[in-house]
């Protein structure tokens, strides 16, 4: 158990619409890190924050949209959905706002599904 | 980012001692490696972090030739478990926060 909570673990909805994928991290841990990955495919770093603002930045598509909360924990919102974003969402945390010399601790996922 | 690259996959057997290696010859002064394990619909799983030599813990040696431009992750006596996907990250957080992972290396491991 790496300590970060996602939910829901599972999700399947329509093309079209709009769902929010939520993060806790570990306590304590100050940043949040969101990857998207898709069947056999790498993981694709979408968005970063550290407490409480975005740090950095990756491939994340204008229908994305993420924030997190003074509580730390984090929200992914996904809108207009279409069929190639089922995918397994990872949310990662880390203590530092420089994940390079520690680790990033990895929830289970969650995958949704678009159909 | 230093950029990375990985064989796409390795096969080996029980019992084995496993060597992957990951070329990064970009990498910069301040930069570290790090290696992370995923297996299939789990999140990835830290490893192994180093900066240069040989840093080595209960699960996994890493290698660091002196240039830096390429490091080898050693597992001992692999089982049946270790079957996953092993990824090589290069990066200075201080430069650049996104934390980039490849395709990684997927090793099976057979009886």
């Known amino acids: 158990d790496s300590g970060v909570t996602q939910t829901p673990k599972h999700l399947i909805t329509a093309t079209g619409q709009r769902v929010t994928l939520r993060c806790s991290p570990r306590?304590?841990?100050?940043?949040v890190y969101w990857y998207q990955q898709s069947l056999d495919q790498g993981l694709q770093f979408l968005i970063q924050?550290?407490?409480?603002?975005?740090?950095a930045k990756g491939n994340i598509l204008e229908r994305f949209s993420a924030q997190q909360f003074p509580d730390l924990h984090s929200e992914l919102n996904l809108s207009s959905l279409e069929l190639g974003d089922s995918a397994l969402y990872f949310c990662?945390?880390?203590?530092?706002?420089?994940?390079?010399?520690?680790?990033?601790?990895f929830g289970e996922g969650s995958r949704l599904t678009v159909l | 980012l230093a950029k990375t690259t990985q064989p796409i996959s390795m096969d080996s057997y029980e019992g084995q001692e496993v060597n992957i290696t990951c070329s990064h010859n970009?990498?910069?002064?301040?930069?570290?490696i790090t290696w992370y394990q995923q297996f299939p619909s789990q999140g990835p799983r830290f490893i192994i972090q180093?900066?240069?030599t040989k840093v080595t813990n209960e699960v996994a040696s890493l290698f660091i030739p002196a240039d830096r431009k390429s490091s080898t992750l050693s597992l001992p006596r692999v089982s049946l478990s270790d079957t996953a996907v092993y990824y090589c990250?290069?990066?200075?957080?201080?430069?650049?926060?996104?934390?980039?992972f490849g395709k990684g290396t997927r090793l099976h491991i057979l009886p």
């Open positions: 180093g900066y240069k």
């Open positions: 924050y550290y407490n409480g603002e975005e740090r």
């Open positions: 990662a945390s880390s203590l530092l706002q420089r994940a390079d010399t520690g680790e990033l601790f």
């Open positions: 990250l290069v990066g200075d957080g201080a430069r650049d926060d996104k934390i980039i």
């Open positions: 970009n990498i910069a002064t301040n930069d570290y």
């Open positions: 306590s304590g841990d100050l940043s």
